[in-house]
Structure formats: structure tokens, C-alpha cells
């Protein structure tokens, strides 16, 4: 079957790879984070982002890494069990106060937020963002026309 190049909706955006997040559930034990970052510091990834929810039986643990495929790979090997979720990274050009004008046009767009959490690096040197939305997608339109820059994975693993 043949496609028309006139019916051809790809953007720059689509043609870079989207943020995923890593999450893992551990045990609520001593040292339990300790190990899954000193597996990924042992292996060369970087942590780019991380999100730690304590209860008391177990800890749900959100990363965003250097080369998520990799990790994912070396999770599976290690029998690390975890499941990947595609995020929205924002950066803020003018720091933390621009987080508010962030944040209204997601509500403007009355689009949810479903977990949000600062990054550890500070890509293009700038503060940023991560979170999931209920349609990312709209979620990074509606961001760009806002006139705010989203990072791909690309540019995060740089």
C-alpha cells in the first residue's frame, strides 16, 4: 500500500524520541535505592531525574536515565522488574518562578497532571521539569505554543 507524501503529518518533534520514565517498585528496606543507583553508576548511566514515593511495605521509584533502553536491558538481566512511561520534560528559561506560567497553561488547557517532579541536571544549563500528563501530546503542544521549550530523550542524554 502506498502513502500519499501530501498526507504525511511528521514534525521535527515526531522525529525525536520521547522522555521515559523508568519506574521500579522496591522494597521498604535500607539501602534499597542506594543499590539501584550504584547499579546504574557501576554500569555508566546517569540519573538524570529522580521521584522516590516511601509507604510503608514497598517505595515506587521514577528515573529518568541517560539511555533508558539500556537500563531497561540491564534491569531485565538483573531481574529487576520496573514498567516505562512517556513524560513531558519543560525547561524553564527563567528558573523556578517561570514553574507557575508552566503550570497555568496546563490548567488552561484543563489538562491533569498526574505526577510532576524537578530534574537532577540542568540541561542547556537551564532548571526543568518533568511530568506526565493525560495526553502528552497535547501536553507538549500546548506547552510549545506557550512558547516553552520540551526536551526530547535526545536531548537529555546528550
Known amino acids: ?11 521535527d518533534t515526531d522525529e525525536t524520541s520521547p522522555v521515559r520514565q523508568l519506574t521500579l517498585l522496591l522494597d521498604n528496606r535500607i539501602g534499597a535505592l542506594l543499590s539501584i543507583v550504584d547499579l546504574l553508576k557501576n554500569n555508566h548511566f546517569v540519573v538524570l531525574g529522580l521521584s522516590v514515593r516511601d509507604a ?13 533502553d539500556s537500563v531497561g536491558t540491564l534491569f531485565m538481566e538483573k531481574g529487576i522488574p520496573f514498567n ?22 496546563i490548567l488552561n488547557a484543563e489538562t491533569n497532571i498526574h505526577f510532576i517532579y524537578p ?11 518533568a511530568m506526565c500528563v493525560e495526553d502528552n501530546d497535547f501536553g507538549i503542544q500546548i506547552l510549545n505554543e506557550a512558547g516553552f521549550k520540551t526536551l526530547s530523550q535526545d536531548e537529555l542524554s546528550r
Request: aromatic share 0%; with cysteine.
Open 119 to 129: 530534574m537532577l541536571t540542568r540541561p542547556n544549563g537551564r532548571s526543568a521539569i
Open 84 to 105: 516505562t512511561t512517556e513524560l513531558i520534560v519543560v525547561e524553564l528559561s527563567e528558573g523556578a518562578s517561570q514553574m507557575s506560567d508552566c503550570l497555568r497553561t
Open 1 to 11: 500500500m502506498e502513502t500519499d507524501p501530501e498526507e504525511d503529518t511528521t514534525t
Open 56 to 68: 510503608i511495605d514497598a517505595t515506587v521509584v521514577r528515573l529518568i536515565v541517560s539511555d533508558p
